[in-house]
């Protein structure tokens, strides 16, 4: 069975980090583009970043780019987001998504499955 | 970025009726690279369809999704209680990806 398990949320100050962990199992993790993706509170969706299967490409949403830094370890199965400078409007469940299929411009395609997501509140 | 609209907001219906979720783009989406998830409370979202029209691994064939260019479409031929939740629709046709707003289908 797939299976994304994320760690790694919690309260934070404006202005402080915070590292996500996913991990990985049930499948080739090293095969696969891998994605976060967040959800405000009672919101809808937002893609955040991705990595390549070799962790060679990387891209994120423009409202991140500077403060959070994606990254794989192929050997530990584990996928990370580490956040740094978080603001108020970081505040979200942050979830882990394997990528559908392999992927095509800047690895985009569905995500399937998710893992169950880790709260991150950003608070002084 | 592409910009989806999904309509209606909310849809209240009852159980063994048809529901008709719209996903409307922005601008076209390339090669029909359109996916839709079903959301419940407290839940990550789970893939139902991708590529427009193809049904993920497990899921009912009561789940059909049709649509191309900037108009696509999530029918639920027949709702069964399991089915009430929040759907989204994603594009993955140009970068970066982006999700609809959402749609709430609830029980009448």
């Known amino acids: 069975e797939v299976q994304l398990v994320e760690s790694g949320g919690g309260l934070v100050q404006p202005g402080g980090s915070l590292r996500l962990s996913c991990a990985a199992s049930?499948?080739?993790?090293?095969?696969?583009?891998m994605s976060w993706v967040r959800q405000a509170p009672g919101k809808g969706l937002e893609w955040v970043a991705n990595i390549k299967q070799d962790g060679s490409e990387k891209y994120c949403v423009d409202s991140v780019r500077g403060r959070f830094t994606i990254s794989r370890d192929n050997a530990k199965n584990s996928l990370y987001l580490q956040m740094n400078s978080l603001r108020a409007e970081d505040t979200a469940v942050y979830y882990c998504?394997?990528?559908?299929?392999?992927?095509?411009?800047?690895?985009?395609?569905?995500?399937?499955?998710w893992g169950q997501g880790t709260l991150v509140t950003v608070s002084s | 970025e592409i910009v989806l609209t999904q309509s209606p907001g909310t849809l209240s219906l009852s159980p063994g009726e048809r529901a008709t979720l719209s996903c409307r783009a922005s601008?076209?989406?390339?090669?029909?690279?359109l996916a839709w998830y079903q959301q419940k409370s407290g839940q990550a979202p789970r893939l139902l369809i991708y590529g427009a029209s193809s049904r993920a691994t497990g899921i009912p064939d009561r789940f059909s999704g049709s649509g191309s260019g900037t108009d696509f479409t999530l029918t639920i031929s027949r709702l069964e209680p399991e089915d009430f939740a929040v759907y989204y629709c994603?594009?993955?046709?140009?970068?970066?990806?982006?999700f609809g707003q959402g749609t709430k289908v609830e029980i009448k």
């Open positions: 601008q076209s989406v390339s090669s029909s690279y």
């Open positions: 049930g499948f080739t993790f090293s095969r696969f583009w």
């Open positions: 998504a394997k990528t559908g299929g392999s992927g095509w411009l800047r690895g985009m395609n569905w995500f399937d499955p």
């Open positions: 994603q594009q993955y046709g140009s970068s970066p990806t982006t």
